[in-house]
Structure formats: C-alpha cells, structure tokens
C-alpha cells in the first residue's frame, strides 16, 4: 500500500489571485445557462410600465440633430460606462482583498493527508475528514488544484505545498481516477521551494 500523500502550507493571496483567474477560465468555458423566468417577466414589465407612461404624452417636435453633437455625447456615455467598470473591478478586488485579511489561522495554515480512501484537511484548531465523492469536480492547473464542493466553492491546494514533484503527481493520479470530473487547465508544476516552516506541529 502506498504511503499517503501529504501537503502543507499557508495560504496567501497570490494563491487566491491565482485560483480566481483558474475559475473565472472555466465559468468562460462551461455553456451559458438559460437565462431563468423571472428575468425575462422583469424586463417584460419595464417594457410595459415604460409603455404605459410614455405613450400618452404628446410628442414634441424633432429638432435638428447634430452629428457632431451626438458623438461627443456618445464619447461622454462610453467614458462613464468605461470608468464605471474600472471602478467596479476595483472594488470588488479590493472587498476580494479584506475578505481574505479576515481568514483565520484555520483558514490559512492547512495541513492535507491524502491517500486512495479520501482526504483529511488539518488545521491549528480543526481536523475534517472528506471522501473523494464530496469533491465533484478537481481542477489541476500549474500552480495549483482546485477541489470543488460546488460550482463556485472550492479548496485551493498550492502545489508548493508539496514536499517534491512526486507526491504532487501523484496527487494529481489519484484525483483523474476519483473526481467525477477532472480538468486540466494546465499542467501542474512543482515550483520547487521548500515548504513553509512551522506548520508541521499540528
């Protein structure tokens, strides 16, 4: 019998960083879900109560339009709707930031011991046993592996948390033949960096 596979190490933010570009790759990739009922009445209702508002009033007469005028107001709207996103992006870049600054130390300092029958996740304060089918879909990527409990939550397992590039791939064996789906972005790589000390207590 094969000896288990274990990993550890502390979770920073260029693993998250890393890990959402993963995912945000996959959403792209996965088909467009059809769009639900409740928005398509939404909009029928803003159509009609637009309607409805604006179909009793009296026009008024149509001024000449200026060509250059409609652009420079084209421009304006194009700008507002560019700095908008911008804006946006950061935000959510930033609440991405402080959400992890919140994680504690369970959250961060993790310990994996994997082997043929299922993971066990270790912290400074907690200890959870997983069976392979609890992980639906594993993602393997070059820094690395995504293991999803549903379509947006997932454990982010760096593949320098490794001791060396043979447990890794065999990490990466034993999650092809369990996971229900498994898919390779890219590669894994070992980065070849000793694993992070004062975690090995625990």
Request: glycine share 4%; charged share 20%.
């Amino acid at each position: 019998m094969d000896e288990p596979i274990e990993t550890w190490f502390i979770l920073n933010w260029a693993d998250l960083a890393s890990s959402l570009k993963v995912h945000r790759k996959i959403q792209v990739k996965q088909p467009a879900k059809a769009t639900p009922a409740w928005v398509w009445l939404v909009l029928i209702a803003v159509v009609a109560l637009t309607t409805f508002l604006f179909s009793g009033k009296p026009r008024r007469p149509i001024a000449p339009v200026d060509p250059n005028q409609d652009l420079i107001v084209g421009l304006k709207i194009a700008g507002l709707v560019a700095a908008a996103i911008v804006v946006l992006l950061l935000w959510v870049r930033r609440a991405q930031r402080k959400s992890f600054e919140k994680l504690t130390d369970d959250h961060i300092n993790q310990r994996w011991i994997i082997d043929d029958g299922g993971l066990l996740s270790r912290g400074p304060k907690t200890e959870t046993n997983y069976l392979w089918e609890f992980f639906p879909k594993i993602i393997e990527s070059t820094d690395a592996f995504l293991l999803y409990v549903t379509d947006h939550n997932y454990h982010v397992l760096p593949t320098r948390g490794f001791a060396s590039a043979e447990p890794m791939n065999r990490f990466a064996a034993l999650a092809s033949e369990h996971a229900k789906e498994y898919v390779v972005v890219a590669p894994c790589r070992y980065p070849e960096k000793v694993p992070p000390a004062g975690l090995t207590d625990f």
